[in-house]
């Protein structure tokens, strides 16, 4: 998605862990339990952005606040919005045989940046 970094503003949110090792583990090398406070959510936030080198801005649903981005737009497990010049969602992905075509996605965004120029 580097093509995309000078034309739109991009962020991850990060949420409820899908495969909390207290709640529905997978038996990953990765293992934390669903976290209870703000500072765990973002201590493996931090994590992931370290062991990846992920380079997409990340903020944190914030579990003080009883998760209010997951509340309001069901991003679980994953989920890929575009939100146009008017602040609407104008693309959600859903996945397809269990994943995201890419293709949509990129079509998805040429299209909100098409509307801006």
Request: hydrophobic letters at 35%; a negative charge.
């Amino acid at each position: 998605m580097d093509m995309y970094k000078d034309r739109v503003d991009m962020v991850t949110v990060y949420i409820e862990e899908a495969h909390a090792s207290d709640e529905w583990p997978i038996g990953s090398r990765i293992c934390y339990v669903q976290p209870k406070c703000d500072t765990d959510r973002l201590k493996i936030a931090t994590d992931f952005i370290k062991a990846t080198d992920y380079r997409i801005p990340m903020l944190i649903d914030p579990v003080s606040l009883g998760n209010p981005f997951s509340k309001e737009y069901n991003p679980w497990p994953i989920r890929f919005y575009v939100v146009d010049r008017m602040k609407r969602l104008s693309y959600i992905a859903t996945p397809i045989q269990g994943s995201y075509p890419l293709e949509l996605i990129k079509n998805a965004l040429d299209e909100a940046i098409q509307q801006c120029e």
